[in-house]
């Protein structure tokens, strides 16, 4: 120790002095934060506040030493304020050192639930996002069906104008044909085709609205 040696009344002095800058530090530490309050500085303070309590040790060595019963006593009531300060100096640097690990514990957990907030809520906006994108297809699909709805409708409508012009066609052939006298056999084929052509329409029809309804199931499914 560098300024261990002496008497006790230098010890003393010593022990006094670096008890006064361990003071001023230990307040400094419970007053502000940042690099004052970083493990080195603390570490070092501790050690400070080891080594002046290692000089009151010495000094309990020294005042037992003395002659005179009332120097005696006085030394002794100093050196146990000494140790006394060095006690508590010790207890309220580590108050202050377990305030603050409670204070670094609850930041960091407010910083990891609010990390676990915010992955939440982008869960939760994918979410959205996908039902938006579900929404969307029902609608385009819905659009599909409307427009195919409407091309079959429009499509039997031509085939049922394709029909009534066709039958208008036929009679007029018939009345020309009755009129100038052909032959029963050219009648017969001719309601023959007469018939083909309604079956192909008939057909026709129901073949678009197979067409139309297979391609709505699909759409559903």
């Known amino acids: 120790m560098a300024d261990g040696g002496g008497t006790i009344s230098e010890v003393y002095q010593a022990s006094r002095r670096r008890l006064l800058r361990a003071r001023g530090d230990v307040e400094r530490v ?4 940042g690099d004052v309050t970083s493990s080195e500085f603390v570490s070092s303070l501790r050690r400070e506040l080891a080594e002046i309590g290692s000089m009151c040790g010495q000094m309990d060595r020294l005042w037992r030493s ?21 006690d508590s100096l010790k207890d309220s640097l580590e108050k202050y050192v377990l305030r603050h690990q409670k204070r670094m514990s609850e930041a960091k957990e407010r910083a990891e639930l609010l990390e676990r907030a915010n992955g939440d809520s982008a869960h939760v906006m994918r979410i959205f996002d996908e039902e938006a994108q579900a929404m969307q297809s029902v609608r385009n699909s819905s659009n599909m069906i409307e427009e ?9 409508s ?11 066609a036929q009679r007029k052939a018939l ?3 009755n009129t100038v006298g052909l032959s029963n056999t050219v009648l017969k084929l001719i309601e023959k085709r007469h018939r083909t052509d309604k079956r192909i329409a008939y057909g026709g029809m129901v073949a678009t609205v197979i067409i139309v309804f297979m391609f709505y199931w699909w759409l559903r499914h």
């Not at 100093?78 to 300060?85: L, R, Y």
């Not at 195919?148 to 039997?156: E, F, K, M, Q, S």
């Open 148 to 156: 195919a709805y409407a091309t079959g409708v429009a499509i039997l």
């Open 158 to 168: 031509k085939y049922a104008e394709q029909r009534d012009r066709l039958k208008r």
């Open 30 to 33: 419970e007053r502000a934060g």
């Open 175 to 177: 009345d020309i044909l």
């Open 66 to 86: 003395v002659a005179a019963k009332p120097q005696r006593d006085l030394w002794k009531r100093k050196v146990e304020q000494v140790a006394e300060e060095v």
